[in-house]
């Protein structure tokens, strides 16, 4: 599974990803497919239409990402995002208040959509 290019596990129940190791995610309660390596080459990740709250480190920091489409979940925030390949990131109806000051760490970005969210801040 380490040449995945793309991912996509949307319209499930899914509330947590692959094993994260800062433990904020729980493999035994997703029903996700786990993984104790991240995969090194994915360019898109979609996890659309589930009951995600956050991602784990590993998705946040992959190097290889283009594309996150995180639509449709209950993501609360996205501290520690820096995909420097990532070009886009979709995240339109989560419950976001803000969007991370660790944008610049995505110097590629090219479209961001974040509708629908509970955003309270400058964006």
């Known amino acids: 599974l380490k040449n995945l290019v793309r991912i996509n596990v949307s319209d499930n129940q899914l509330t947590a990803l692959f094993p994260s190791s800062n433990n904020q995610s729980s493999s035994s309660s997703s029903g996700a497919a786990g993984t104790d390596v991240w995969f090194p080459h994915l360019k898109e990740l979609i996890v659309a239409r589930n009951q995600l709250t956050h991602l784990p480190r590993e998705v946040l920091a992959s ?20 995909c420097p390949n990532l070009l886009k990131l979709l995240v339109n109806n989560n419950a976001l208040t ?5 944008l610049s760490r995505c110097p590629k970005l090219q479209v961001i ?11």
């Not at 290889?64 to 995002?81: M, P, V």
């Not at 509708?115 to 400058?122: D, F, R």
């Open 98 to 102: 803000e969007l991370p000051a660790q």
């Open 63 to 82: 190097p290889s990402l283009e594309l996150i489409d995180a639509n449709n979940n209950r993501l609360q925030n996205l501290s520690g995002l820096a």
């Open 113 to 123: 959509e974040c509708q629908k969210n509970q955003l309270n801040s400058n964006v």
